[in-house]
């Protein structure tokens, strides 16, 4: 094979080689960018689900704080009603008590 044809054909296979490379390297590129863009939504994704999980533990925090100031508010007012029924109770006793101190008293001064 004379030298030119050799030459050209070498030439040839390195545009080849250099092709083949960059073809390589722009479908490495390409990959690299889809898998950028396809963590970044994951990340978008796990982002959302986290918030979602966050505003539904809170919510339901919520819900178990006021049930458990309604429980707090009833137990309150049970015991308000008891203590209302144990001094009704007593009214008679009480004036009895008040009317012999202030009997006491006014003997006293006397």
């Known amino acids: ?10 030439k040839e296979a390195e545009q080849e ?26 990340r978008e994704e796990v982002e959302q689900e986290a918030e979602a999980t966050a505003e539904e533990r809170l919510e ?6 006021e049930s458990e100031r309604e429980e707090l508010i009833a137990e309150g007012e049970e015991a308000r009603a008891e203590l209302e029924e144990q001094a009704a109770g007593r009214e008679d006793e009480v004036v009895d008590y008040v009317i012999d101190l202030f009997e006491e008293a006014v003997h006293a001064q006397t």
Do not use: F, K, Q, T
């Open 1 to 10: 094979m004379p030298r030119p044809e050799v030459l050209d054909r070498i």
């Open 60 to 65: 339901d925090a919520r819900e178990d704080i």
């Open 17 to 42: 080689a250099d092709d083949i490379v960059a073809e390589a390297e722009e479908y490495r590129e390409e990959r690299i960018a889809e898998a950028r863009e396809r963590a970044d939504e994951i």
